[in-house]
């Protein structure tokens, strides 16, 4: 029975990947050797499809296996079982933050959790920075500062930056249009 | 039901230009669920991610059916949750359909490649605003200073520097003497409801 099968292994990923979509990638690579549902090459592939369309990363692995294990069934319920771990836990922990959110303890905790929610966005920004912009693996190669830095990319950042605080529109045009950049320019 | 229509489309909407992890989409439901509609404050964002980053699951899923629940209890979680994983499930399932055929990856690559530049300087923007709504008070640059470093440098997993960050803000709040009285407020309000 592959959707059951299906189901439970993505059920177990989406319980135990903690973490963004990446976290769940060693779960992904043991399930596909197990059953023997793709070749590594495949995954790899699939991960950078994944990476570039919309949708979380782990979300749309899920739906890419489980479409090419059990057609287009079986893309939904892998999908269903990765996110029903998250909508089981996350419902219970609503109800009783909901309950709980002004009691004090729970007030104090957040104000601190604040601050350190905008470092961990901060350090997303960074994380994806050093992929995108900085160039740290020519730095060590050629210890030439020119190099360290993708010109065209920091020249896209500086632009999509002062557009997004002079104008402040949707997040949704800066995305499109910047993506049309990318295309046109090669990035 | 209304209501819950136009939660699962503003999360279709989400989920279809959220490109990369769970921080990619708070540009946009700020902006759709803050800024356009006032259905939440920009405060219970970041405790809605705060919390979707701590619990297992995808970050992005968690934040969704968080947000979901405090719009409209569980329908409401499973309206913007499904609402979420729609755009992946059609669009996926269509390019996997063609994946043989499927000679442009790297158009996809180029688009994404200046995507994630775009959503850098969303997510700085991002992070100059909560500064700009914060308190300001030292402890707080001081959690986001420590947090930052932790995660860049030693790669500290982010649940560590939740917890850590909660156990501080109790502690701070009890030097300050908040703790006690929000306490009594907090108490004869209770008392108060009860009657």
Do not use: C
Not at chain 2, 121 to 147: E, G, N
């Amino acid at each position: 029975m592959v959707y059951l099968r299906l189901f439970l292994e993505f059920f177990k990923v989406g319980l135990f990947a903690l973490g963004g979509g990446l976290a769940a990638l060693p779960f992904l690579q043991d399930l596909i050797t197990k059953y023997s549902w793709m070749t590594s090459k495949e995954l790899l592939n699939m991960i950078a499809i994944s990476e570039s369309t919309p949708g979380a990363i782990g979300i749309n692995t899920a739906t890419f296996i489980g479409f090419n294990t059990g057609g287009i069934p079986g893309g939904i319920i892998a999908t269903a079982g990765l996110a029903a771990p998250s909508i089981i836990i996350i419902t219970i922990i609503a109800h009783y933050f909901k309950k709980f959110n002004q009691h004090p303890l729970v007030e104090s905790a957040f104000s601190g959790i604040r601050p350190a929610v905008a470092g961990l966005i901060a350090s997303a920004a960074f994380e994806l920075a050093q992929g995108g912009i900085l160039n740290l693996q020519y730095l060590q190669l050629n210890k030439k500062l020119i190099n360290f830095f993708d010109y065209k990319s920091l020249l896209l950042l500086l632009i999509v930056f002062t557009a997004v605080r002079k104008f402040k529109k949707h997040p949704i045009i800066y995305i499109t249009v910047s993506a049309l950049i990318g295309i046109i320019f090669k990035f | 039901m209304k209501k819950l229509l136009k939660i699962f489309l503003i999360f279709f909407k989400i989920g279809s230009f959220t490109f990369g992890g769970g921080y990619a989409m708070l540009p946009i439901i700020k902006r759709e669920l803050v800024d356009n509609l006032n259905w939440i404050t920009e405060k219970d964002i970041y405790n809605y991610y705060a919390i979707g980053q701590s619990t297992p699951g995808i970050i992005a899923v968690n934040t969704a059916t968080m947000t979901g629940y405090s719009l409209k209890g569980i329908k409401g979680a499973l309206a913007a949750t499904t609402g979420f994983i729609m755009p992946s499930l059609i669009i996926i399932t269509l390019i996997a359909s063609f994946f043989k055929r499927f000679q442009q990856i790297d158009l996809f690559q180029h688009a994404f490649a200046a995507i994630q530049i775009a959503v850098v300087a969303l997510i700085i923007d991002i992070v100059i605003k909560m500064w700009q709504k914060s308190d300001k008070t030292r402890a707080s640059l001081l959690i986001f200073l420590i947090a930052f470093l932790l995660l860049v440098i030693f790669k500290i997993s982010p649940v560590f520097v939740i917890l850590g960050s909660a156990a501080a803000g109790i502690i701070i709040q009890y030097l300050r003497g908040n703790l006690e009285t929000a306490y009594y407020d907090y108490q004869n309000k209770d008392q108060g409801s009860d009657k």
